[in-house]
């Protein structure tokens, strides 16, 4: 697997702006919470990630590429990410992806 896969990064650039939040204010618990999350979402994408979600993944992003989708559905999974501990949720690197493909098969009208 790609050792800089780019969910991965994704993931933690979210997960460094919400420790710059804490840095800035330590009794913001909240984001300590959510930046665990992504940098735990990032590591399971790292060390085991699920290649047939992965692949479908990109899939629907290639197909949201070549309907201009595509910068609808960046914009949705921004602020997916950003809201994880904040109202949204993943408990493990699948159920990331299985949240971004659902969201790219909405916004592409497959859901």
Do not use: H
Request: with cysteine; aromatic share 8%.
């Amino acid at each position: 697997m790609e050792e800089d896969i780019p969910e991965v990064i994704e993931l933690e650039r979210v997960a460094d702006w919400r420790l710059r939040r804490v840095d800035a204010n330590p009794t913001d618990e909240q984001s300590a919470k959510a930046a665990r999350q992504l940098l735990k979402l990032a590591g399971d994408l790292r060390r085991e990630p699920n290649i047939k979600l992965l692949e479908e993944y990109r899939c629907v992003c290639n197909w949201l590429g070549e309907s201009d989708g595509i910068s609808d559905f960046v914009l949705l999974a921004q602020d997916y990410r950003e809201m994880i501990a904040f109202g949204e949720w993943a408990e493990t690197g699948d159920d990331y992806l299985r949240a971004l493909i659902g969201m790219a098969q909405e916004t592409f009208g497959m859901g």
